[in-house]
């Protein structure tokens, strides 16, 4: 499978909420794209990253988004959206990023909620409606908000996903 990148689109949703009405902070994102390796030595066996060309099924691949603060003001609640690229699943709990809250989505982003409280409703044969917590595997989207970002500052949000 080609891992081109399939979230190319991920400056669809970059935004920056400023605190006062002259404030221009701009937040530009990179991705970096990697495949988790597992190397035998004669020292046992040892687990890295390394950038990907190509997935096959079952491999690990991990996503780290570098955010700059490229305006002249802090920007404040900065949100990065990220889609869960299609042909994997998420790995669950490996969203990270150093003080941003995270929340994931299970509708293509329409909503967003943490983990323990995103839900969907299913449809019984009794034709009762039963709410569901979602499991990592149905998770389609991730959000970091990030609390402050002053001008010229940086900082990095990740996650890992399975190839399917």
């Known amino acids: 499978m080609s891992v081109k990148r ?4 991920l400056a669809w949703t970059v935004c920056a909420l400023a605190t006062g009405a002259q404030a ?4 530009v994102v990179s991705i970096q794209q990697t495949k988790e390796v597992t190397e035998s ?9 390394v ?15 570098v ?5 002249d003001e802090p920007a ?4 990065i959206e990220d889609p869960v690229p299609k042909g994997t699943r998420f790995i669950a709990n490996s969203a990270a990023g150093e003080g941003a809250e995270i929340t994931f989505s299970n509708d293509n ?3 967003f909620a943490p983990a323990v409280k995103l839900t969907y409703e299913v449809k019984l044969p009794s034709g009762a409606i039963e709410r569901r917590v979602a499991t990592p ?15 010229g500052a940086s900082g990095k949000v990740w996650f890992r996903v399975r190839v399917n």
């Open 6 to 9: 399939w979230m190319l689109s």
């Open 41 to 49: 030595s004669r020292d046992g066996k040892a687990t890295r990253f």
């Open 67 to 71: 955010y700059t603060n490229q305006g």
């Open 137 to 151: 595997s149905e998770y389609t989207n991730i959000r970091w908000t990030i609390p402050r970002v002053p001008a």
């Open 24 to 27: 221009k902070p701009r937040i």
């Open 109 to 111: 982003g329409k909503s």
């Open 51 to 65: 950038p990907v060309t190509s997935a096959s099924p079952g491999d690990v691949l991990e996503y780290v988004l």
């Open 76 to 79: 404040t609640n900065a949100v």
